[in-house]
């Protein structure tokens, strides 16, 4: 008989749109192994993906995968998980992976699969419509060339408001390398260009409907835990901030906390739901929906790095319309926008396509956003993506190299491209080697190192934070050193949290469970600063709600070794598949030759990269992985510790 999985459906959907087939698997080839989301998707590349296979290719995979904690009680837990060759992805587009928010995957598991991979290309636009274990292949024609807010709309009146709907853009459709998939008014698969790969297969949504329910192995503990979790974290992003509500906005646009994705336990400073905001640009309209994240740069923030001045209704109005175009804000924002902006003001690019470059009129974004999604005239460049575009045009090459941090990325939490956020010497270097490991923007592991230790401290929190000392003792408890975490540390034992956070990535990608708010490291509700739920441990709360959820009896090492094994396995595709060596890791240096934005206040002065230095701090992340400290490629008998035998007789 066969053995009932807990937490799981058991189900993995599988389509091939070439032939409109459609078979389902059973997720226990991968869940005990791999976990789900990230971890069970690149198990599945390893196996299928071909070597060489670009985004648009008929046998690339479009895998889209839930987890174990998705639609259950677990606080922060309904993300899903995306991942395949990257559009995106520079100078290689190579297999990634995105993040999404919002209740879609939750409905994908109660209607009873896990995930989802899709192949092949139909031969008219489709969608999947899938309901209560049902699952058809339907024409989508009539919702070819509207944007993801009247595609949801249209799928509604044909399936009722109670489905969730995952879709792209016009941006998606013309095969942008900046395209997202999303859901609802703005949780989406920002990065990666995925909302491309969905183009290029002519699938434009996926409808989910769901009246199941799912089944956990120990329900009276897992909701016990659940409480305890949810009422031990703290306010938005895990940070000691409290979330507020502007008064003003609460009064003229009816502005409201609203969790960006199911399992949200606390208020968020950037889930804000608007009701009544009215256009500028279309003065006829009152647009509702959510601003969250960078799109809150979209006004201007006035004396800083984005100090234009479009003011918050005409913000709105144009975030509003890249969400339903499907572009991707993030590249826009912290890439395109500030690469203009420097060609203007250096005089080599005055106007797009004869509308002058004018960040405070908003009908220049419109007319910006309106030329990416549909290709017209220089937008045909910017669509390919800001590290891209500027060789395309001819213009700006120079320029563009300081936003960029890797891979075809703009910077995030890297204090040198990313402008916004506040890191400073030495913590950048932990993110350095974020970078040069990963295939992305490491944000997961990013968030869960560089966001967590300097927006606890006392210098960018003096009202909530705390002291160094504490940071000190805590961060040797967790790295055995207090090296890792101390601002006069320098380029010492970065390594480690390097390697712990990625691992941390790997669990958070797979579980999914929101990577803002894990893994938990610090707290203002303890004396000593420690976070405890009960009986439980910050850093032990992932496991806690996976065994009771799941029911395995696994010791909480050999539920770290499965993100060890996730880790190793996605360095494996990036050798055998994209030859990646160490020279590659290293690429990213000249990103953070640069002075840093940010100042330590314990130097006194700004700091950059010393290459030297840098290297040594690789040479020791690669020993700790086990990997060749020449090449970067694991080693045969590191594959084996972590039960990959298959893939070390394949790289060997």
């Known amino acids: 008989m066969k053995k009932e999985m807990y937490a799981w459906t058991g189900r993995i959907l599988r389509v091939d749109l070439s032939n409109r087939r459609i078979e389902v698997e059973d997720t226990a080839n991968y869940a005990y192994d791999y976990i789900g989301g990230r971890g069970i998707a690149t198990r599945i590349a390893w196996n299928e993906l071909r070597p060489g296979c670009g985004p648009f290719d ?32 520079y100078p290689t587009p190579w297999f990634s992976r995105g993040s999404l928010g919002g209740h879609w995957g939750p409905e994908l598991k109660y209607a009873g699969f896990d995930g989802i991979v899709v192949k092949g290309i139909a031969d008219a636009p489709v969608y999947l419509y899938i309901e209560d274990g049902k699952v058809s292949i339907e024409d989508a024609r009539d919702l070819w060339g509207l944007g993801i807010y009247e595609t949801q709309g249209k799928l509604f009146e044909k399936h009722g408001k109670d489905i969730r709907v995952l879709t792209i853009g016009q941006t998606g459709e013309n095969l942008s390398r900046l395209a997202i998939i999303s859901t609802e008014t703005e ?3 920002g990065q990666g260009g995925f909302g491309a790969v969905m183009g290029s297969k002519k699938l434009k949504a996926i409808a989910v409907r769901g009246r ?22 703290h306010g938005s992003h895990g940070w000691p901030h409290d979330a507020e509500l502007d008064p003003d906005k609460v009064v003229r646009y009816g502005m409201k906390f609203q969790a960006c994705t199911q399992g949200c336990a606390t208020p968020c400073r950037d889930a804000r739901y608007y009701t009544r905001v009215p256009g500028v640009i279309h003065k006829d309209k009152l647009y509702a929906g959510q601003m969250d994240c960078i799109a809150t740069l979209f006004p201007g923030i006035k004396g800083t790095f984005y100090d234009w001045q479009l003011g918050f209704e005409a913000g709105f109005e144009i975030s509003t319309m890249s969400n339903d175009y499907g572009v991707n804000q993030w590249d826009l924002m912290m890439g395109i926008i500030p690469w203009l902006r420097d060609c203007r003001n250096a005089g080599l690019l005055t106007e797009l396509d004869g509308r002058p470059i004018d960040l405070d009129d908003p009908y220049f974004w419109a007319d910006l956003l309106h030329k990416i ?69 490491p944000i997961s ?25 504490a940071i000190k003792e805590i961060g040797a408890e967790i790295y055995g050193t207090p090296d890792a975490v101390a601002p006069e540390s320098g380029y010492a034992a970065k390594e480690i949290p390097a390697v712990f956070h990625g691992n941390r990535s790997a ?4 579980l999914p469970v929101d990577d803002q708010m894990f893994p938990r490291m610090f707290s203002r509700k303890t004396e000593d600063h420690r976070p405890r739920a009960g009986d439980m441990k910050g850093l032990s709360f992932e496991y806690e709600l996976f065994i009771s959820a799941t029911g395995l009896d696994i010791s909480e090492g050999e539920f770290n070794q499965m993100a060890e094994r996730i880790i190793q396995l996605d360095r494996a595709i990036q050798v055998r598949h994209y030859g990646r060596t160490r020279e590659d890791d290293e690429s990213i240096i000249p ?57 070390a007789a394949a790289l060997s």
């Open 58 to 89: 008929e046998d690339n995979l479009l895998l889209i995968f839930t987890g174990p904690l998705t639609g259950t009680a677990a606080p922060y837990s309904g993300r899903t998980t995306v991942c395949s060759v990257a559009p995106q992805a």
């Open 187 to 189: 949780s989406a698969v």
């Open 212 to 233: 199941g329910r799912l089944n956990i192995a120990r329900p009276q503990e897992f909701a016990r835990k659940c409480r305890a979790i949810a009422k031990e974290s």
């Open 373 to 441: 999604t549909f290709r017209e005239g220089m937008g045909a460049a910017l669509t390919e993506g800001g590290q891209r575009a500027p060789a395309l045009l001819g213009v700006g090459q120079d320029l563009i190299g300081r936003y960029y941090t890797g891979w075809g990325y703009a910077g995030h939490w890297d204090g040198h491209a990313d402008k916004i956020n506040y890191i400073y010497f030495p913590y950048w270097v932990v993110a350095a080697l974020q970078w040069a490991m990963d295939t992305r923007d």
């Open 445 to 469: 592991s990013g968030h869960g190192y560089v966001q967590a230790v300097m927006c606890w401290s006392p210098d960018r929190s003096p009202d909530y934070g705390i002291s160094w000392e």
């Open 507 to 510: 669990l958070k990608d797979s």
């Open 591 to 647: 990103a953070f030759t640069y002075p840093e934005n940010v100042v330590n206040p314990f130097i006194g002065k700004p700091v950059a990269m010393e290459r030297e230095k840098f290297l040594e701090v690789m040479d020791r992340y690669y020993h700790l992985r086990g990997w060749d400290v020449e090449t970067g490629i694991p080693l045969p008998e590191t594959l084996k510790q972590v039960g990959l035998d298959d893939v």
